[in-house]
């Protein structure tokens, strides 16, 4: 079983629709999360740091269930330029490694 | 402004060759980290380092070393390349260990054949 582990999709959703990923982690020492964007053939920028009690950064909100060790980001009202692959990360000051997910594919259409 | 920076962004390669992919950083991060990506595995962490002198071994560290002589830069070497080691690399740093946001370089293709 992977450490961090994602939906592939694709997701393929309209303009203005509300789309909701999530990820799961293995590793209940896990300390810090991330959601990272990746454009095609781009390095991954990163997109929102995850907070225990959920954090929004407009149009985006990010949580994270510690119980059942997932984080979720929602995007709402999709733009066209939010298609994208949407990776996970997620740190453990034990392993002090990153891990990442395998990335969600989002492509929003006219 | 600060960045990160990889070359060469392509490079083709013969099986068995020594080749170094190079990564520097103007952020003065102590950590630098070393990621391949591969279609349905993602971003997996070959080495990393904490800071002039100290490097760490990652996910998939087999084949390949690193070594870090000043703050700025991280080289990766393999030693003798594989056609397992075509992939896309990239290069990352951050400011703080365990936890802290990774900043990313462009990436390098490399291609063994």
């Known amino acids: 079983r992977k450490e961090v582990e994602q939906d592939p999709g694709p997701f393929n959703v309209p303009e203005g629709a509300t789309v909701a990923f999530n990820c799961t982690y293995s590793n209940s020492a896990s300390q810090s999360f991330f959601w990272y964007r990746q454009d095609c053939r781009k390095e991954p920028k990163l997109l929102m740091s995850?907070?225990?009690s959920g954090n929004e950064d407009g149009r985006f909100t990010a949580q994270l269930n510690r119980a059942s060790q997932y984080i979720s980001l929602l995007i709402r009202d999709s733009k066209l330029s939010d298609s994208a692959t949407y990776l996970c990360a997620v740190n453990s000051y034990n392993n002090n490694d990153m891990r990442f997910g395998a990335g969600t594919r989002l492509t929003v259409k006219p | 402004d600060a960045e990160i920076t990889q070359s060469p962004r392509h490079k083709i390669t013969e099986t068995g060759r020594q080749v170094t992919l190079a990564c520097h950083q103007t952020w003065n991060h102590n950590n630098m980290f070393w990621y391949r990506q591969d279609l349905g595995h993602g971003l997996r962490l070959i080495h990393y380092s904490y800071g002039v002198q100290d490097t760490n071994k990652g996910e998939v560290s087999d084949g390949y070393s690193v070594s870090r002589s000043n703050t700025e830069d991280l080289p990766l070497t393999l030693e003798s390349a594989a056609s397992s080691q075509t992939s896309v690399y990239f290069c990352?740093?951050?400011?703080?260990?365990?936890?802290?946001?990774?900043?990313f370089g462009p990436g390098t293709r490399l291609t063994v054949l």
């Open positions: 990352a740093s951050s400011d703080l260990a365990g936890g802290d946001t990774q900043y």
């Open positions: 995850v907070y225990s």
